[in-house]
Structure formats: structure tokens, C-alpha cells
């Protein structure tokens, strides 16, 4: 009967008029093929693919009869020619494997592994019965056979698959098995390669990765080590050679290109050392190297381990060596790290223009699943041997049987990962190409999501399926590792749960927590009680523990979490930011589990939570200290305006703390940001301590004006956490009042004001140091500007003028600041430069610090601040410029760092090469003082020695965990570069 147009449309062809005249050229049988070819996943692409065979096979008119009259062979045959043009080429070359398709056993029966290595073997001539199956072939056919015939064997597995829709977990079996066979065929070649020499060895062929574990796709390498062993009296040498030619013979016939095409490469590097290893390795070989050398990645790896050809016992003696060693792997020091390195390993691998698209690598992909299933194989499978299968669908099943896995998660995890590799087959099926990436054209969606079944709407029900079951599994984490922890914390109040304690254990440990009894009870105590704080806390913390899991310290992140939570108990915005603002509680768990100063000042202020969702930017000074003045102002009693002041200081560290940890606040943004907060917090302390003392001493008004210089690194807008504000203090006598009465008002006011900012109260205390002063501890606190002129007049030394660099007048009565930065500037900045005797004094003066002030037992390449290379170096460096360089060249004329170094380069007093060491030691020390402040919450100077509190600081820095020794190598190279700088230009230039 003939087909209309507008019914092979509705059928499924897209070229209705080709159609036709295709189904025309097939002849009486054409009209009862529509159905099963319109079945197909590609009916235009099965039509034409069938008329091109009807053209090769030797009787046309048996085919499309045979055809005609069986429907469940024409359903086969279109299926493979509708969704795979690389069939459809090979069915045109070798046309009269179209009869393979006709076997009715191909809709119920998956062959037999021993069958298929049987036929694998017979192809090229090799006894299946032998003890070492040997080639008898001439090499060239032999080789092209083993082309041909897997080939034809994979048609058959392609037409179960596709028409029959075989599980993906039989599929990647069959092909597994089929991989399997031909490694022992080509060995058999392999091995006539070699001729008689290839008896001295035996040699077993373990698979890994996919084929190792029984779940090979349609077109991937074919991972695999070797292994091997001398016979009885045969030389060890002549038995290594032996095995090294056979094994590397083996990888040649399966990989190289021929006549016939391809088969897949054969890929070793999956050995113990890589590439850079022996091809072959006796047992007591790789014993060595696992027992000393080899990295928890590989014992990863080694858990889909198995003998697929060559000799058999060989193999099982292998699999015996390793099994132990892999299920202790979760013991090993640096488990953590080593999983922490492999997770990332998994997004690095992805191309950004792919990453969307990707269903291998990318977020909510297949690696994803296959290395949480790994994961909790590792950790649990040490006492539980049930679930230590190879293949992916296995083992999830047997986690979900045991209970580490809900049984409505692993079924998810199942339907997830199923239909995602089910995707992958049909999408490297079309060309037999290796890749993972769904395309993007109209053409392939259609023809993909037909041949998963979609034949409404393809390619809308195809996008649909793909996002919802990638949703699925970017929860993976959660729903594998986390959620079952808040089942097993019943059981301590006294309940029942799937995952038993030790488990729960077990798991945290190897999550890196180091008190996983401690980390239970903080998860009980969060989840207990049937409230509904403990609801939110049960839906938030699965995803807490695993950002608490990557960040340095997950205990403390933990506990942190704990008290956070039990100080603002049921504040109602709380809970309900972190639940529905998921940057908010990522930042939260960063914070908590890396930097104990940030970690404080939440648990001080815990309102702070809500600014992790804000701008992180410092604000200005004027804006912090308009708030400051205007706090202050609803106090009457002196204390707590300074509180109130104190409150906000508090709120803008944490702002700043949290910018610098989170938002990648730049270091000198940082510094500016404290430093311009010290002022606010002077300014508006300073306002309070005179209206104090005037209100104390019955006075009308206050009788001097008063300054704050900032000084030292203060001064240099390059504060840093633990730093101390450094300043000098000028007064000044209103009009009329006696000047030992303005002294004293205002020695009073210093008192007062370092009184204030120094009692105890819920904030860090703001140290104000005047040592810089003249004549240090021995001289006034505070100075008239007739008095500092004076005393810089006759008795300063070059080390004063160097500190007054620093110099900036930055608080308190302007045009007293004004004044006081009039009488500095010519001292500091000298019109014709220092003499080249204070050059000489400054010199010496920086070589007896360097040898004085080095804290005993400190590391003098790892000291931050007086180490080679450190901060003293590049700031005693610049300054030195400044006072030679800054009368003739203005834009030197600055308290900043690098602002300085930047103008000495305008003015070719230093290289641009020059310029930029020391600007990046600079940098590089001052992030690293800030990070050591933030991870410790107290202040040091020296690079930590303790590895937490170093990984901590790594991570600050912005190294993935696990790079600490590369932060240390970072810091050494800058430093020693710097170091050299300094020594030409402040030592001999």
C-alpha cells in the first residue's frame, strides 16, 4: 500500500518526496518496511542506509524479503542503520553481515563471555582450547579480522540494544566482555609477533577503569596494565623481554589503523609511575611500588581491577596482591587531600566551551557519580566486602542494599546515571567516536532523543530528561555522603537509623574530621527536637558538612556552626538566609572552617551573617565615621558611646575580614580599608574622650585643639589585622588659654582615649601605640607644633626623618594637620636628597635590625616581616629612595608603599623589572601576614609551621587544598628574587 506524503511525515520522515521515491526503489517489499524504519531513530538515515545495502549484498530480493516477512529482523536492521552511520558504512562494506541481525536469540539472549572470546579467538586462527592461544594467520589478514569480526560482533550488540532496549548496564557488560576477547585474540597475534621467545613469560592483561569494571561504552581507550612472570627455568631477562615485546606487539594490533579500520587504543598509563614506568612489572614489582609509592587515586583506580586475558592465574594472583592494599586506602594519610585533589581533577579535565554540555566531567555528569560511588566504597567497603563491585550500577545498588545510601537517593542516583549513560552510548554510537559532549544542532537532538524513545516531542523531552537527571545528580554529594550522617545522630538519642554509627564515623573521618564523635554530637545537637529551627537545620546541614568538608578545618567550621546557631537561637531571619541564600551559607562555612579571627568576630556579632550577602567592599572613611559620630551621639555615658563606636569597628573588620576571604579583596584595598577604619574609630573616640574630660574638669569649652598622626604602617594606609595603630599626638592652645592648660586637658584626652579603646568589651581592642614619638617612652605624649619643630630642629636623627615618611596627619583639628604636614615635609623630603653619611646610617641602621630584632628561633627566609626578602627589605628599600630622590621628583612624595615604588619607576630610579620584584614580594608577603592573622586569630610573622594552620593559609591565598608546599616554593622564588633586588639597590646602588 502505497504511503502519502503527509503519512510519512507524520511517521517520522522529514523528506517526505525522497522517501517515496527510497521506498519505490525498494519494490514490493518497500511498503511493508515503513513501520520498522520509521521505528528507527533516524527514518530518512534507515531508509537510505537500507537502499545503499540492498545495492551491495550479492540477492537484494532476500534481503527485502527476509525483511518483509520477519518484522523483529527489520526492526534490528533499521535501528542500527536509523541511529548509527558508522554501522550503516560498515553493513555497506561487509553487506553480508546483515544475516548476523536476523538471529531471533539477539531479542533474549546476552552471548556468553566464553562464546565471544571463543569466536574472537577463531578469527585469527587461534585455538580457544589452548593453553596459550597462539595466531596461525598470516599477520596482515589476521589483524583485519579482528577488525571485521569485532566489528560485527558490535553491530549485533548495537541492534540488541537499540531495538530491543537492553539495560545500559548489560550493554556496557557485553562490551566489556567483547573488549575482553579481543585483548586475548590480539594477544594470540601478539604473541606470533613475537614467535618463540614469547614463551619465556607469562603475561596476564588486568583491565581497568571502565572495561575493568564491566562498563565499557561503545568507543573508549581500553585501560589496562600488564603483568607478568618468568615460566619454570626460563631467564629473568629473557622472560622481561618476552613479556615487554608481547604487551607492546599486543597494544599495536588493537590500536593501529588498517584497511578495516580501528578498534580502539590500548592505553598502559594507568601503571605503576605512568608513562615513565616499565611497560611490564613482575608481582613482587608491583607490590614494591604499591606498598611505597603509589597515591590514592590509584588504589581508586585499582578498584576495577580484573584479568581479562592472558594467563588466568597470573591474574588472580594480582587481584589477591591489590585487593587488601585498596581496601586500606581510606587509612592512608593524606586521604583527604588526595580526594579533595581528585574531585577537582574532575572539573579541571572540562573545556569552558563544553562545560554545559558535557555529561563525562561536567556538574551533574557521569564522573560525578562514579566518584562519590568510589568514595563510599573506599571508606566503608574496608569492613563491608558486599559492596566492592567493579561496575558503577552494582555497587550503588549494594550501597542502597546496606544502607549508605537511602533507598530513594540510590534509586535516583540509578534512574540518573542509567539514563545519562544510555545518552552517551546513542551519541557515540552515531559515528563510533569518542566523546562525551551532547550536541547542539536540531538534527542530532532529534535523532538522539528518538532513539531513547521520544518520538512526540524529541528533542524538547530529550533537554527535559537531561536537566532533570543532572539536577539529580549535582546533589550527589549531598544525597551520598551527608543526608544519611543526620539518620545515623538518631541513634545517640536513642532512635534507630540505616547507617550505623561506626559508619557515620567513618564516613566524617574520611571527610576529613578529626573528631568524628565530636562532629555527631554537634549534628545532634543541631537536629534534635521536632521544632522547626531543627527542620531547617536538617535540610541545611547535608549541604553545610560538605562545604564545611572542603575547607581547611571541618570541625571548626562545624562547632563554629554550632554556637553561631545557639546564639541566635530562633532569630528568624537566620536560618532562613542560609537556606535560601546559598552564597550566604557557602561564604558562612568558608569563614567558620579556615579563619578563627573571622570565626570570633561572628560569634561577637553574629548579625554579621546577614553582610556575607553584601558588598564586601570597605566603605569610606567619611561613611564609617559619620555612622561612629552619629552612635555615639544617643550615648550620654562616655564607655558606652565608645561601645557603640567599637560596635560598628567590629562590623567593618568582619565586612573587611570577609571581603579578604571570600570576595578577593586586593591586599592594598585591604590595608586602606583598616586603615581608613582606625581613622573613623580615632575621630570619633577622640570626640568623646574631649567632651569626656571637659564635662569632667567643669570646663566651658575644650581648651586645645588636637591631631592624630598616623605613623608606621598606620601612616601607609598598610594596616593589617594584628597590627597596632601607631601615632604621634600634637595639641595646640586655643586663643587665651594657658599653655600648661591645654597640656593637661590634653595629656588627659590621650588618656582617656586609650582608656577607651582599650577596656574590656565583645569587640578586638584597638592598641594605641605612641613609641614613634620624639624621644620615644622618655618624651611627652603629646607636643605642641612649636615643640616638635623645635625637638626636629636641633636633636632628630636620620632614623626620625626616615619614620616621618610614614607621617599622616589624619585625625583630629584640620588645620592643625595641616600645619603639623607643612613642618615635616622638608625634613622627610629634602630638596637635595639625604648626605651619603645618613645614606651610611641608614644602612647600618637596617643591618643591626636585620641582625638584632630576628626573633630567636625564627626561619630568616620564612620571617614575613624581617626576612630576606620580607616587608623591612621592600619598604626600607623604598624608603631609602624617598629620602634621596623625593626633593627633586614629587611623586615620591607619598606614605605608601607602593604608590612610592610606582613613581620611582616613572622617574627611572628603578627597572620595570626591578619595580615589579619588589612590588610582588610586597603584595605576596602582605597577603600572606593578613592570611596567617585571619587562619590563627592572632598575629605572627612567621610562614606556620603547623600543617593545618599552613593548608589554612594556602587556602586563603587562593591554592586548591593540598598546596601548601607549592604556596611555600611560591613564597621562597618572590622572596629571593626581591631579596637580589634589594641587594643592588639599597645595599650597593
Not at 536476523?102 to 571463543?118: G, K, S
Not at 562525551?436 to 528518538?450: F, K, Y
Not at 543532572?470 to 534507630?496: I, M, N, Q, S
Request: hydrophobic share 45%.
Amino acid at each position: 500500500m502505497a504511503r502519502t506524503a503527509g503519512s510519512l511525515v507524520r511517521l517520522g520522515f522529514l523528506d517526505a518526496a525522497a522517501a517515496r521515491s527510497a521506498i519505490d526503489d525498494l519494490g514490493e517489499h518497500g511498503p511493508a518496511l515503513v513501520q520498522s524504519l520509521a521505528s528507527s531513530a533516524d527514518p530518512d538515515a534507515a531508509l537510505a542506509g537500507l537502499v545503499r545495502l540492498a545495492s551491495a549484498v550479492d540477492d537484494r530480493e532476500d534481503l527485502l524479503r527476509t525483511l518483509a516477512d520477519d518484522e523483529d529482523s527489520a526492526e534490528r536492521l533499521s535501528a542500527v542503520l536509523g541511529a548509527s552511520e558508522a554501522l550503516s558504512v560498515h553493513l555497506g562494506r561487509h553487506p553480508e553481515h546483515w544475516r548476523d541481525l536476523t538471529d531471533a536469540t539477539l531479542a533474549t539472549t546476552r552471548p556468553p563471555a566464553f562464546v565471544v572470546r571463543e569466536e574472537m579467538l577463531a578469527c585469527v586462527g587461534a585455538d580457544p582450547e589452548a593453553a596459550v592461544p597462539t595466531s596461525t594467520m598470516p599477520d596482515a589478514a589476521a589483524v583485519n579480522a579482528l577488525r571485521v569480526t569485532y566489528r560485527r560482533l558490535l553491530l549485533r550488540l548495537a541492534a540488541r540494544d537499540l531495538a530491543h532496549r537492553v539495560g545500559v548496564d548489560d550493554v556496557a557488560a557485553e562490551l566489556s566482555d567483547l573488549a575482553a576477547a579481543t585483548l586475548e585474540a590480539g594477544l594470540a597475534v601478539a604473541r606470533s609477533r613475537v614467535g618463540e621467545s614469547a614463551g619465556a613469560a607469562r603475561l596476564s592483561v588486568i583491565a581497568m577503569g571502565k572495561c575493568g569494571g564491566h562498563e565499557l561504552n561503545y568507543v573508549s581507550d581500553v585501560d589496562v596494565i600488564f603483568v607478568y612472570a618468568p615460566v619454570d627455568g626460563a631467564d629473568d631477562n629473557a622472560a622481561l623481554r618476552a613479556a615487554t615485546q608481547v604487551a607492546s606487539q599486543l597494544i599495536q594490533v588493537c590500536s593501529e589503523d588498517t584497511a578495516e579500520g580501528t578498534i580502539w587504543p590500548v592505553d598502559a598509563n594507568l601503571r605503576p609511575e605512568g608513562s615513565a614506568g616499565p611497560l611490564v612489572r613482575t608481582l613482587a614489582s608491583h607490590a614494591g611500588y604499591y606498598e611505597k609509592w603509589a597515591k590514592t587515586w590509584e588504589f581508586q583506580a585499582l578498584l576495577k581491577a580484573r584479568p581479562v586475558a592472558g594467563d588466568a592465574e597470573l591474574g588472580r594472583d594480582y587481584l589477591e596482591l591489590i585487593e587488601p592494599m585498596v581496601w586500606r586506602a581510606a587509612e592512608r594519610e593524606g586521604f583527604v587531600h588526595d580526594v579533595q585533589a581528585m574531585r577537582r581533577r574532575v572539573l579541571d579535565h572540562i573545556p569552558a566551551h563544553q562545560a554545559e554540555r558535557q555529561l563525562k566531567l561536567g556538574s551533574g555528569g557521569l564522573r560525578d557519580v562514579e566518584f562519590a560511588v568510589q568514595l563510599l566504597q573506599l571508606v566503608h567497603g574496608r569492613a563491608d566486602p558486599s559492596i566492592r563491585s567493579g561496575a558503577t550500577l552494582s555497587a550503588l545498588a549494594e550501597l542502597t542494599r546496606g544502607g549508605y545510601v537511602g533507598r530513594e537517593d540510590g534509586e535516583a542516583l540509578h534512574d540518573a546515571y542509567a539514563f545519562l549513560r544510555t545518552l552517551e552510548h546513542r551519541i557515540q554510537l552515531h559515528r563510533l567516536r569518542r566523546t562525551h559532549v551532547v550536541p547542539e544542532d536540531e538534527a542530532s537532538l532529534r535523532r538522539l532523543g528518538r532513539s531513547l524513545g521520544f518520538f512526540s516531542e524529541p528533542v524538547a523531552e530529550l533537554d527535559k530528561q537531561w536537566r532533570h537527571h543532572r539536577r539529580e545528580v549535582r546533589r550527589l554529594h549531598e544525597k551520598l555522603f551527608y543526608r544519611p550522617l543526620l539518620t545515623a545522630v538518631a541513634k545517640l538519642a536513642g532512635g534507630d537509623a540505616r547507617l550505623s554509627l561506626d559508619a557515620a564515623e567513618a564516613r566524617l573521618a574520611a571527610l576529613g574530621y578529626d573528631d568524628p564523635k565530636g562532629a555527631l554530637r554537634h549534628l545532634e545537637a543541631l537536629t534534635s527536637g521536632v521544632s522547626r529551627t531543627s527542620d531547617i537545620q536538617r535540610t541545611l546541614l547535608p549541604v553545610m558538612l560538605e562545604w564545611f568538608a572542603d575547607a581547611p578545618d571541618p570541625d571548626a567550621g562545624l562547632f563554629g556552626f554550632r554556637r553561631l546557631s545557639e546564639s541566635l537561637g530562633t532569630t528568624p531571619w537566620y536560618l532562613k538566609t542560609l537556606r535560601d541564600e546559598g552564597e550566604v551559607a557557602q561564604r558562612l562555612a568558608f569563614l567558620l572552617g579556615t579563619s578563627r579571627y573571622a570565626t570570633d568576630l561572628l560569634e561577637r556579632e553574629p548579625q554579621g551573617v546577614r553582610m556575607l550577602g553584601e558588598d564586601l567592599t570597605p566603605p569610606s572613611a567619611e561613611a564609617i565615621t559619620a555612622e561612629m559620630q552619629s552612635v555615639a551621639s544617643r550615648q550620654t555615658d562616655p564607655e558606652e558611646a565608645a561601645r557603640a563606636v567599637r560596635a560598628v569597628r567590629r562590623r567593618e573588620l568582619l565586612r573587611i575580614a570577609s571581603g579578604e576571604l571570600v570576595a578577593g579583596t586586593d591586599v592594598a584595598l585591604v590595608g586602606h580599608g583598616l586603615s581608613r577604619l582606625t581613622d573613623a574609630t580615632l575621630e570619633a573616640t577622640l570626640g568623646i574622650a574631649m567632651e569626656s574630660v571637659r564635662a569632667t574638669r567643669g570646663l566651658d569649652q575644650v581648651p586645645a585643639r588636637m591631631a592624630v598622626i598616623a605613623m608606621g604602617r598606620y601612616g601607609g594606609f598598610e594596616l593589617s589585622y594584628g597590627s597596632d595603630a601607631d601615632v604621634m599626638f600634637v595639641q595646640e592652645p586655643l586663643d587665651d588659654v594657658e599653655p600648661q592648660v591645654a597640656a593637661s586637658f590634653s595629656q588627659a584626652v590621650v588618656g582617656e582615649l586609650r582608656r577607651l579603646l582599650s577596656m574590656p568589651a565583645t569587640d578586638p581592642p584597638l592598641e594605641v601605640d605612641a613609641g614613634l614619638r620624639p624621644e620615644g617612652a622618655q618624651g611627652p605624649l603629646v607636643r605642641t607644633l612649636a615643640s616638635f619643630e623645635a625637638y626636629y630642629a636641633k636633636w632628630s636623627h636620620v632614623w626620625e626623618f626616615q619614620a616621618l615618611l610614614r607621617a599622616d596627619a589624619v585625625v583630629g583639628d584640620e588645620g592643625l594637620r595641616e600645619r603639623f604636614t607643612a613642618l615635616i615635609d622638608p625634613l622627610r623630603f629634602p630638596e637635595g636628597g639625604i648626605s651619603s653619611d645618613d645614606i651610611v646610617e641608614v644602612r647600618r641602621i637596617k643591618a643591626r635590625v636585620d641582625d638584632e630584632r630576628l626573633p630567636r628561633g625564627a626561619d630568616r627566609n620564612t620571617h614575613l616581616k624581617l626576612g630576606r626578602g620580607g616587608l623591612a627589605d621592600v619598604e626600607w628599600t623604598v624608603q631609602l629612595l624617598q629620602m634621596r630622590h623625593a626633593g627633586a621628583f614629587p611623586g615620591l612624595r607619598t606614605t605608601q608603599t607602593l604608590v612610592a615604588l610606582e613613581a620611582a619607576l616613572a622617574a627611572d630610579l628603578v627597572s620595570e623589572s626591578d619595580a615589579a620584584e619588589l612590588a610582588d614580594a610586597w603584595r605576596l608577603v602582605s597577603r600572606m601576614r593578613n592570611a596567617v592573622t585571619l587562619v590563627r586569630g592572632k598575629p605572627s610573622d612567621q610562614v606556620p609551621r603547623d600543617a593545618t594552620e599552613r593548608a589554612a593559609v594556602a587556602r586563603v591565598l587562593g591554592h586548591a587544598a593540598g598546596e601548601s608546599d607549592r604556596m611555600v616554593n611560591d613564597y621562597l622564588r618572590t622572596t629571593r628574587r626581591a631579596h637580589a633586588v634589594v641587594e643592588k639597590i639599597f645595599w650597593e646602588g
